[in-house]
């Protein structure tokens, strides 16, 4: 009985992309954002721009964590989400969408992958400005609004990473691949030769 109890449980567990290596030769994003109902049209259509531009893989966890029992679900969550995280190249924190859950996966990823702080609206940008931790996480911000490009550009820790002022999301895949090539030769790591 403990055995197959074991087996449902790997079978839960069961890994939806490649886990050895990038076989796609598409830089791997996970999408890191609050999945309630509102939020989940935002992620999506982020989500889409992301792989129709080519260039991406992404893992939306809305997407990508099977239907489990909501009693199990909080259980599984972290489990697939720190898995997710493990295999993506970069995460992308949509910041008009975050939740509290967000900072975790902020926490779990930033010594290991950069992480772009995506903004559209002003709105709930300032609640973001309180929150260090994540600000401190933070690689780079990508925004569409001039007045959030202003405010991150004189917030003490902002200023110091890069932001990016884009007209609409349309322009993100380009912004967000130039930002990872940049990050990548920093670090040294070899990167792969994507052409525009």
Known sequence: MANSKK?????????????????????????????????????????????DSGFYQVCLPQDSIPAIHHAELE??????CERYIDW???ILLLMDTYGIDCSWEVGCAHKFKPIVGYVENSVNFETHRQ????????????????????LSKKDKMFKE????RVKDARELPRRMLSFYRWKASQAGQEMMVLRF
């Open 88 to 90: 993506a190249d970069i």
């Open 131 to 150: 929150d260090w931790m994540v600000k401190y996480s933070i690689s780079c911000v990508i925004t569409t609004s001039p007045e959030i490009s202003r």
């Open 75 to 80: 259980r599984w969550a972290p489990r697939y």
């Open 161 to 164: 990473i890069p932001v990016y």
């Open 7 to 51: 087996q449902s449980e790997r079978k839960k567990l069961e890994w939806k992309f490649t886990e050895n290596g990038n076989s796609t030769g598409k830089v791997r994003v996970y999408i890191s954002s609050t999945i309630n109902t509102q939020s989940r049209v935002t992620n999506q259509r982020v989500a889409k721009v992301l792989q």
